[in-house]
C-alpha cells in the first residue's frame, strides 16, 4: 500500500524566509502528487498537482514542487513566506489500487510564519 | 467557483446514537470521498463512492458506517451506533473523473466536526 511522509512536523520561518518542506512517498507504480493546504478554520485547498511531464510543477500563491522519482520525493518550495502562508500543508499521494484512485496523506506540517 | 458544502459543521452526540453527516458535491462531479482527521492526526482515507455503489473503502469504514447517495445533490455518511473514538473531523470530496489515469484533483469540503461524548 501506499504510504506518504511528511518529515516536519512543525516549522516556525520569520516573514520573507524561504519554505521548503519535505514529502516522500512509497509506492512502486504510478502515482499523482498533491500539496494541499488548510487554512486555520477552513477546508482543504489545493495548491498544487504532478501528473505528468515537467518536473516541477508551479501552483497558487507562489508555491512549487519538484517531483525526483530517483528519491521518491515531492518537495514543497516558496521563495519568500508571508505571515498569511500560516497553515497546515499536506502532501498527498494518489494511486490506483481499485476501480477508483484515492488520496493518501501524509500527517502535515504546520506551517508558522512570524512577523 | 463551485464548492463542496457540509452540514452541520460541528455536532455532537451521545456514544451509541446514529449521526447522519451530509455533503452536497459539486454538481458536475462523479466520485465522491470521505475522509476523517481526529485531532492531531493525518487525513484518512473512509471510502469512495461512485456510480452509486462504493468502489473502495478503508478497515476504519466497519459496518457501522454506510454511505448513501438519496437522491441527485446529496451524498450523506451514517454512523449507526457512535464511539468515542469516532470524534473527529470528516470531510467530504468530489471529484470530476476519478478513473485510472485521470488528472481530477479532489475538491474538499468544510468539514463537519463531530464529538462524540
Known amino acids: 500500500a501506499q504510504s506518504v511522509s511528511q518529515h516536519n512536523h512543525h516549522v516556525i520561518l520569520s516573514e520573507a524566509a524561504s519554505l521548503e518542506l519535505g514529502c516522500n512517498y512509497s509506492?512502486?507504480?504510478?502515482?499523482?502528487l498533491f500539496w494541499y493546504v488548510q487554512y486555520p478554520g477552513q477546508h482543504l485547498q489545493l495548491l498544487l498537482k504532478?501528473?505528468?511531464?515537467?518536473?516541477l510543477v508551479k501552483g497558487i500563491k507562489g508555491f512549487e514542487a519538484e517531483f525526483i522519482k530517483s528519491k521518491f520525493s515531492f518537495n514543497l518550495r516558496k521563495p519568500s513566506v508571508q505571515w498569511s502562508d500560516t497553515a497546515e500543508y499536506f502532501c498527498?499521494?494518489?494511486?490506483?489500487?481499485?476501480?477508483?484512485?484515492?488520496?493518501?496523506f501524509g500527517t502535515g506540517t504546520r506551517l508558522q510564519v512570524t512577523l | 467557483e463551485p464548492e463542496v458544502t457540509q452540514t452541520p459543521s460541528h455536532q455532537v452526540t451521545q456514544m451509541g446514537q446514529e449521526v447522519i453527516l451530509r455533503c452536497v458535491p459539486i454538481?458536475?462531479?462523479?466520485?465522491f470521498y470521505w475522509y476523517r482527521q481526529i485531532l492531531g492526526q493525518k487525513v484518512e482515507f473512509l471510502v469512495s463512492f461512485y456510480n452509486n455503489e462504493i468502489s473502495e473503502k478503508s478497515e476504519i469504514f466497519d459496518d457501522q458506517f454506510s454511505v448513501e447517495r438519496p437522491d441527485g445533490s446529496n451524498f450523506t455518511l451514517k454512523i449507526r451506533s457512535t464511539k468515542l473514538e469516532d470524534s473527529a473531523m470528516y470531510f467530504c470530496?468530489?471529484?470530476?473523473?476519478?478513473?485510472?489515469?485521470?488528472?481530477?484533483?479532489?475538491?474538499f469540503g468544510n468539514g463537519t466536526r463531530l464529538t462524540v461524548t
Open positions: 454538481s458536475n462531479h462523479l466520485y
Open positions: 504532478y501528473f505528468s511531464g515537467d518536473p
Open positions: 509506492y512502486g507504480g504510478t502515482v499523482n
Open positions: 498527498a499521494v494518489k494511486a490506483y489500487t481499485g476501480t477508483a484512485s484515492k488520496l493518501t
Open positions: 470530496a468530489s471529484s470530476e473523473l476519478g478513473r485510472v489515469g485521470d488528472n481530477s484533483p479532489l475538491h
